[in-house]
């Protein structure tokens, strides 16, 4: 076996960034088989590891592990998008009734800040930016809620509307549009009207009715 490519820390948690990072740069892409055997010997590490971190991205929806069929990376499906923007809208708009009382000046001002340095990406056409900003953005009020399974649960289902894989491709209209309602959401808190403010985020920031135009165009190439 040759010597392995990755630091000895986690390996679990190397192996799983190592599969991420293939998803995101699409030498992995949906549909696409696994084998445990070659990723091993690519890797030079044993199988427990990877075993492990594909069992994680099992667990949290990224691959299906068919036994003795092999491993194979899941695909999105609109169906899969809509309930994900559901569920999402449903707990940011919670997390933001449940920051009320915690929320500052500066935390308000903080989400303006990173809605700003999303609109100078755009312009420098810089979407890795752009979706760093966007997280930051939305981590503001969400993990002022306080609440570990909230923000577990979100985090992961952005993961996958976002990273397994991302799209070549992004549609500057609707990263645009998607500041313009930053924007809204952030004058609503300003005026302390945090529950048009959790309504607004529910019914159109994350409503896949509002949005699906721009779904179907960006993961499925489709324009109505």
Request: charged share 30%; net charge positive; proline share 3%.
């Amino acid at each position: 076996m040759k010597k392995p490519i990755l630091n000895i820390k986690s390996l679990k948690e190397q192996v799983y960034d190592y599969l991420r990072e293939e998803f995101r740069l699409h030498r992995l892409k949906p549909g696409a088989i696994i084998n445990m055997d070659t990723t091993s010997k690519e890797l030079g590490i044993s199988k427990t590891p990877l075993r492990e971190a594909l069992l994680q991205l099992e667990m949290e929806g990224f691959v299906t592990i068919v036994p003795r069929r092999g491993i194979y990376v899941n695909s999105l499906s609109i169906k899969e998008i809509k309930e994900f923007y559901q569920v999402i809208g449903a707990l940011e708009g919670s997390a933001i009734l449940e920051c009320a009382n915690k929320m500052k000046k500066e935390d308000i001002e903080k989400m303006a800040k990173y809605n700003d340095e999303m609109e100078k990406a755009i312009e420098k056409d810089n979407f890795d930016l752009f979706y760093d900003k966007n997280l930051s953005f939305h981590n503001t009020f969400v993990n002022l809620a306080k609440n570990d399974s909230m923000i577990k649960i979100v985090n992961n289902l952005k993961k996958r509307l976002y990273d397994f894989p991302r799209p070549e491709k992004w549609i500057k209209e609707w990263e645009k549009t998607s500041t313009a309602e930053h924007d809204q959401l952030v004058e609503l808190l300003r005026n302390g009207d945090f529950k048009k403010a959790a309504q607004y985020i529910q019914e159109v920031h994350w409503s896949f009715t509002t949005q699906e135009h721009y779904i179907k165009k960006y993961y499925f190439n489709k324009n109505s």
